[in-house]
């Protein structure tokens, strides 16, 4: 733990001045511009995070100062991410492992997938399905929801449908689904509490949008898809004869149940 009369002196020593004379938007970008906070921040993370806040919340002014600081340790967290992948890609390419997966950029299998970004489902989906590089269009969201139909999701099945020669749809949601329940309320409230405004929030409400509509999830997974696959068939502009089915994964087992099954 940083101590909070160390950051307050090594301040002072800084700049020769005391908190509340700086221009807070000039001392937040020199703070990080010239390093001062470096050596605290690096390998302690949040702890030096916290500290840090702890002292300036009790001066009950730099929130300016302190948001910055957390965007550059989560910069600092995604940068070591990305090192780690490109490190590893290097490799990768270097060692040819990308031969298996050589594959053209038609649908073999003439599918579009539509499921949900699920961590469970990064490979299971796939293996479940026997989906292999190549055998078909995957396109995901949160909740494999199709919920616009001029939204971008409508737009890619379109795409695979029109110019890539797929010619069936299946919707794929599953158990468990972080969307089940989930409200715009409660994302409303995240945001607030990570430091978006009212004025925020009412701009997008002036740009059209209705935010309650656009954030929510849904209450029964069956009823997503049975939505989604409903949305897509009715689209004007789908190919006559698309098939268009619609299926519940298990995230443990891969067990796939049919909600819809389009004939
Ligand atoms: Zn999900």
Known sequence: M???TA?????????????SQWNRRNYGDRLLNEGLLGPWIRGRKKSAYDALET?????NKHRYIIEKIQRNIDRRIMMSRLDEILAFNEKFVNEKRYEPYKAGNLPRKKLVIVSCMDTRLIELLPKA???????????????????NPYGSIMKSILVAL??????????????GCGMTGLSAEKMIESMKERGIDEAAIA????????????LKGFESVE??????VNTIKTHPMLPPNTLVHGLVISPETGKLDVVIKDQ
């Open 162 to 175: 029109y110019q890539l020669q797929a010619k069936e749809v299946i919707v794929v949601g599953h158990h």
């Open 7 to 19: 950051i307050s002196i090594a301040m002072n020593k800084k700049w020769g001045s005391t908190l």
């Open 2 to 4: 940083v101590s909070m």
């Open 55 to 59: 002292y300036l919340l009790c001066e």
């Open 203 to 214: 701009s997008v409400k002036d740009a059209g949008v209705d935010i309650h509509n656009w």
């Open 129 to 147: 399905m026997n989906l292999n590089n190549g055998d078909a269009k995957i396109v995901k969201n949160a909740g494999a929801m199709v919920s």
């Open 223 to 228: 009823d997503n898809v049975r939505h989604s």
